[in-house]
Structures are given as structure tokens and as C-alpha cells.
């Protein structure tokens, strides 16, 4: 359907077109697009959907149609690699705009945005203004902490971090340790959570910035801003190794027909500008160090984003699921 649309308009187009899956709402990249057409003249085509992409195209095969393939998480990215349906960015443009930790060493997929898996914290129950990951595992946390579940892409991420950093048998402790803190069994997604925190369940919960950002803008839902008003973001290990980020991003697709076009578009992405419109418009970080952040998202605090490769934590997603069910973790508080 997109290629027999795509090509219905095409010849109005000299420079062509490219073709995007998107797992990102319209919203979130429309401006950019119209931009990239602006300065290319090539036309940018979307097919947005929430689950289903990265196996559509591999049912496509070689007759796809798709160039790229946006979506968020290293878990998705690699993911997408992992099934085949990637080839690499061959670009000095991208490699000297996106750092290295944010990038697949073979290219097969590229940062563009980052988000902090931080603390939400009450701002009338906790006092402190520092945490670290570590300290979640502390007994003084005993039910007071909420999140979203243990297998969760977003949990999963940061537990394989907590993997490269201390190695498994550590992160078990730790793990079981967080599991006892817990409030309740981990339920709802990083709103919810935030939402406990209010209604007094919790004290702290673990969510991705950016939900800050759409707490305190939602005026369809106005009582998120109240949610987002009874909390504060801790930036845990501000004071050793950093904060956990994770990246939405990009990948080129193996057998993308327009692939020099989906390369401009990646480079086009790349560049500074489009990382900071794209972050602000979801309330994310640019990847690059010194492209700017929006003034919202500065109101939170500093990020110091942990420097370990996003492929090194990838390597220990596996062993973080599994972690998950052998401590229970989704089962709640054993005692
Ligand atoms: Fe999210």
C-alpha cells in the first residue's frame, strides 16, 4: 500500500523519497521530516504503528519497503539487528556527530535522543537530594518504592547496566534487595507510578524523564500535572558513574530501496539541530554533549549520563530478564 502510494506521487518528486516505519507517534517527527524535505527535496513517507514493525518487515523480505525503522530502546534497536532486518550506517557525518556509546560498533543501529531512567522522588517524604541505583537495595527503602514491571524493556535496560557495572551475582543481590523495598507488586507503566507516589503508596519510583515533561504539559488528562507536582527527579550516581540513559533511534533497513536517501535522512537526524528539536518535542536529551537541552527539561536538574556503551549493555539484557524471574522480582515483596 505505501509503495503503490509512494510511487503514485513520485514523479512530482526529482530527489525521491524515502520510506519510514515509525514505532513514534507522527507528532514527534513531522516537523523534522518537513524540515529534511525542505533542505533535500526528498519526500518522507510514514507508516506509524505501536507494536509489529521490526516483524513486518522481515515478513516484507527483500520487497520491503522500508528504509528506516524509528523506535526507542537499546532493547528494540538491538533487537531489530537481531532479527536480521538491519544493514549499517556507513557514514562519517553520523559517526562524528553521535558518540560512540551511542552507536552499534557495526553500525547496525544509531542513536538519536536520550532518556534517564531516574528517581521520582515525594517532595514531602524524602528529604535527600542525592540516590544512587545502588541504595535502592537498602533496607531504609523497605515499601517505599514503586515501579513498572521487572521485564519491562525500560527495567530490563537498566538492570543490564547494573550487569556491566557490577556483574551478576551483585546485581542478584541487589535485585532481590529492591524486590523487598518494594511497595507493592510492580504493576502500570512510569505515570502509574508517579501517580502512587501522590496518592501516598510510595515514596519513590523508578521512571524515564520524559514523563515529567508529559505530566506537566497534560491538559487532557490535567490531574498528571498534580502527580507531577507532588514529586521531584533524583539523577541517581550524579556522584560516581552517572545516570542511565537510554536512546530512541534509528536503524537502515537490509533491503531499503531508497538507502542513500535514509542515509541523508539518518545524517540529517544526526546533526545537532534535529537532536535538539527532536528532544524537546518529547522531552528528551540530545545524545551529543553541548547540542542543547529545552528549557523544561533543564528545570529538572542535570543529567550526567552514564558513559558505558549502549552495546555493552545490550550483551546483558538477556541475563537481566533472567535475573527478573529467578529473584521473583515481578512477584512483589516476599515478606
Ligand atoms: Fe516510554
Not at 190 to 201: L, P, T, Y
Not at 280 to 301: D, H, L
Not at 321 to 327: M, Q, R, T
Amino acid at each position: 500500500m505505501l509503495a503503490a502510494a509512494a510511487s503514485a506521487s513520485a514523479p512530482a518528486l526529482a530527489d525521491g523519497e524515502v520510506n519510514i516505519y515509525s514505532y513514534r507517534q507522527p507528532f514527534l517527527i513531522q516537523p523534522l521530516l518537513d524540515a529534511f524535505t525542505q533542505e533535500t527535496g526528498v519526500k518522507a513517507n510514514v507508516i506509524f504503528a505501536d507494536k509489529g514493525l521490526g516483524e513486518r518487515i522481515a515478513a516484507e523480505g527483500e520487497n520491503s519497503p522500508a528504509d528506516v525503522l524509528l523506535t526507542v530502546d537499546i532493547g528494540r534497536l538491538d533487537g531489530a539487528k537481531q532479527l536480521g532486518i538491519t544493514q549499517p550506517v556507513v557514514s562519517d557525518v553520523v559517526n562524528g556527530n553521535i558518540p560512540a556509546q551511542f552507536r552499534d560498533p557495526e553500525g547496525h543501529w544509531v542513536g538519536l535522543t536520550n532518556r534517564a531512567r531516574i528517581i521520582y522522588a515525594s517532595k514531602d517524604r524524602v528529604q535527600q537530594d542525592t540516590i544512587t541505583y545502588e541504595e535502592l537495595a537498602d533496607p531504609k527503602w523497605r515499601g517505599k518504592i514503586c515501579t513498572r514491571s521487572g521485564q519491562h524493556v525500560y527495567t530490563i535496560g537498566l538492570i543490564a547496566s547494573m550487569i556491566a557495572q557490577h556483574g551478576e551475582a551483585k546485581t542478584e543481590e541487589w535485585l532481590a534487595g529492591v524486590r523487598d523495598n518494594l511497595a507493592h507488586k510492580p504493576t502500570g507503566n512510569d505515570r502509574a507510578q508517579v501517580k502512587s507516589i501522590f496518592a501516598g503508596e510510595c515514596d519513590i519510583a523508578i521512571g524515564n524523564t520524559y514523563y515529567m515533561g508529559k505530566m506537566e504539559t497534560n491538559d487532557k488528562e490535567p490531574e498528571q500535572k498534580e502527580w507531577a507536582k507532588s514529586v521531584r527527579i533524583l539523577f541517581p550516581n550524579a556522584e560516581d558513574r552517572g545516570t542511565h540513559v537510554n536512546i530512541a533511534g534509528i536503524v537502515l533497513a537490509k533491503h531499503a530501496p531508497n538507502k542513500d536517501n535514509a542515509v541523508k535522512l539518518i545524517e540529517f537526524l544526526s546533526s545537532g539541530n534535529a537532536q535538539h528539536i527532536y528532544a524537546e518535542t518529547n522531552f528528551e536529551y540530545p545524545v551529543t554533549p553541548g547540542v542543547e537541552v529545552s528549557e523544561r527539561v533543564k528545570s529538572w536538574g542535570e543529567l550526567k549520563p552514564d558513559t558505558v556503551s549502549l552495546a555493552e549493555v545490550a550483551k546483558h539484557r538477556k541475563t537481566a530478564s533472567e535475573l527478573v524471574d529467578k529473584v521473583g522480582f515481578d512477584n512483589g515483596p516476599s515478606s
